[in-house]
């Protein structure tokens, strides 16, 4: 990462393109929760294959989903790639 995030910076500039360095954790929750910081939700749970966030208000709501599902699709796409789930939904 190197010192204030120097390194990130770097890679960003020459990449064009943002770069998100989050912690892996092995319970599924935690991970979601991870994925989504700085966002806090007030609930995340698994159902057969589906994790379901539940938002503090309606602002948060919007800024997990975000226009036309992108963030929500982004965040299922890395979850995805560690854990088999289905869906992830915001309700």
Known sequence: IGPQ???VKKIELMLKRKIKIL????NLLTFVKN????????GIIEEEG??????KDSRTR????????????A???IVKRYFDISEM???
Request: net charge neutral; aromatic share 6%; hydrophobic share 45%.
């Open 5 to 7: 995030g120097k390194n």
């Open 75 to 77: 965040f299922e796409a």
């Open 35 to 42: 994925v989504i910081s700085p966002i806090k939700a007030e």
């Open 23 to 26: 912690e892996y954790n092995d």
């Open 50 to 55: 589906i994790v379901t966030i539940t938002p």
């Open 89 to 91: 939904k915001v309700v």
């Open 62 to 73: 919007g800024l997990l989903i975000g226009r036309e599902a992108v963030h929500l699709r």
